[in-house]
């Protein structure tokens, strides 16, 4: 199983590098499949999140789902002990499940949530959303910024696309519904529920056009 720690604006130090390598040598007793752990070691330097601004995001690649944890501390090794442990914890729910589900006949959405103890986003206090990194990109010259990624996957039941939201840690997740073949989002609900989207994909609508010049605004035409 290969390691990569990097550092994004700060210095790895050798002491981190190596207690990294023994928290995460748990990992293959839990997942054997994984080949490879990407380990993301940064520093907010926005005071006002001074509590979580040492953060530590985990990313483990096998033959599987992608499994990813991350957290923030004023301490960064307490960072990593915290990242390890929702790491761990996530790995720990994938394996006990593969074990029960094999064999067995398909899982609905309320079978695949019901061993979930992790608090949902939504029920978290204002304070902890600020934690989230800052994305990248930009609109024009507006202030609000953008993160754009590229989501491959094969398609599937709502049930397994639930199972990879929880293993990722997002609020939401992007899927090809096997069942309906639409591109579909499900997502968190407050308590212990999900929503999920489905897109009915209709044929492009044309951009309205002044003497054959598209405009984003309606024009009136007197």
């Not at 995460?24 to 005071?47: A, F, G, T, W, Y």
């Not at 990313?59 to 990242?83: F, M, N, W, Y």
């Not at 979930?116 to 986003?121: F, I, K, R, V």
Request: charged share 30%; hydrophobic share 35%.
């Amino acid at each position: 199983m290969e390691i990569a720690i990097t550092g994004r604006n700060v210095n790895v130090s050798d002491r981190l590098r190596e207690y990294l390598d023994t928290k995460l040598s748990k990992v293959p007793q839990l997942d054997p499949r994984v080949q490879r752990i990407e380990v993301m070691v940064s520093h907010e330097p926005n005071p006002r999140r001074a509590k979580t601004s040492e953060r530590v995001e985990i990313t483990c690649r096998s033959k599987g789902p992608v499994i990813r944890a991350e957290a923030g501390h004023d301490d960064r090794q307490a960072a990593v002990d915290l990242a390890v442990d929702k790491l761990l914890e996530r790995l720990r729910r994938a394996h006990d499940k593969r074990n029960v589900l094999r064999g067995r006949r398909r899982t609905s959405v309320a079978e695949a949530t019901a061993t979930l103890t992790e608090p949902l986003a939504t029920d978290l206090p204002p304070e902890d959303f600020a934690d989230e990194p800052d994305p990248f990109g930009t609109i024009g010259d507006s202030p609000i910024e953008v993160r754009e990624k590229v989501h491959e996957s094969a398609p599937m039941p709502l049930a397994e696309a639930v199972r990879r939201m929880e293993l990722v840690g997002h609020d939401f997740f992007l899927f090809h519904d096997s069942d309906n073949g639409r591109p579909s989002v499900v997502y968190r609900r407050r308590g212990w529920s999900y929503g999920v989207i489905h897109l009915d994909v209709q044929d492009q609508v044309e951009a309205p056009t002044v003497n054959g010049t598209p405009v984003e605004e309606p024009v009136s035409v007197r």
